[in-house]
């Protein structure tokens, strides 16, 4: 029977390995970069209301070692087993999808948009009917 070695994430974050590399690489980027662009987001806003009291020169370089640790965190986590994994099979998945044409993409854009406006109205008409019944019937009183 062979052993199965199963990869703890903290010994994930240390190893510098790449997990199946040549796999789902346009959705494994996308999301690293998405976790980058979120760590820096916030690192900005940690800046903007936290770190500035402290002195620039530090909470400039607090920021970089943040953002820093962050994109660590983002490389690692795409190359994490399980978590790669899933991304690969979410690339897989996504080239099965049978995506709509144009002509397609604008008929059922104005079916969506004209069964809102329907739906709007109707229900626009229940709410002044309601009022209307519930002023006759004394429940609802507005003042002019």
């Known amino acids: 029977m062979a052993k199965v070695q199963h990869e703890t994430l903290l010994k994930s974050i240390l190893s510098t390995d790449l997990y199946q590399r040549k796999q789902g690489r346009m959705v494994r980027g996308g999301t690293a970069a998405s976790i980058l662009l979120t760590v820096v987001l916030g690192c900005q806003a940690l800046y903007h209301s936290v770190l500035l009291d402290l002195g620039s020169s530090i909470a400039?370089?607090?920021?970089?070692g943040l953002i820093a640790v962050g994109g660590w965190l983002a490389y690692r986590a795409v190359n994490y087993r399980p978590f790669a994994d899933f991304l690969i099979e979410v690339e897989s998945e996504m080239t099965k999808v049978n995506w709509p044409s144009w002509g397609e993409l604008q008929r059922a854009t104005v079916v969506v948009l004209a069964t809102m406006f329907i739906f709007s109205a109707l229900?626009?008409?229940?709410?002044?009917?309601?009022?209307?019944?519930?002023?006759?019937?004394?429940?609802?009183r507005l003042n002019p």
Not at 60 to 64: D, E, M, R
């Open 123 to 140: 229900l626009f008409g229940y709410d002044i009917l309601w009022q209307w019944f519930l002023q006759v019937t004394g429940v609802l």
């Open 60 to 64: 400039f370089a607090t920021v970089i």
